[in-house]
């Protein structure tokens, strides 16, 4: 496995320059809105300099890693989804959280270091990309913001590239 990047696609692949510029013009398909194609060429870019596959940490994982799998075939998306994160929040952990602790609202922080507690043992490197700062303290040095407007743009490429093929 080595890297992997977590991946978000509300506001990382699916961006709001591209729902304004494509409105009308076959946006959506059968698993929902298609995604940005300067974003997914970034995305592109970083899969073929690191080799690093994808886990969705997205709410888009509710669909299932199958049906994933089928949209990332069927859309011709650049690397291979490896997994889904867990979906940690339920109402146990709610009721048990200690509202004191800033990383306890990180739910998607939690989430993927539920997955990498779980599935990590292989996995030298690892990025984040989201357009939501819901990340644990510890996982700061791997995460890359993403504007929502634009998507991944080349710089945010650059910098997971920096990220995922550090020594």
Known sequence: MGKVIFLDLDGV???DRWHCQEVGNGLQDE???KFDPVAVANLATIVEETGADIVISSSWKFMG???IRMMW???KLPGKVIGITPNSVGDEFLLNADLDNIDIMAIRGQEIKEWLM????DVTHYA???DMEDILQEQTDH?????????ITKENAMDVIHILNMN
């Open 13 to 15: 692949l699916n961006t």
């Open 31 to 33: 698993y929902g809105y």
């Open 65 to 67: 890693l199958s049906k």
């Open 73 to 75: 075939k069927e859309r």
């Open 118 to 121: 779980q599935n990590g043992k």
């Open 128 to 130: 984040i990309l989201d």
């Open 143 to 151: 995460f890359v913001w993403i504007n929502p407007e634009v998507g």
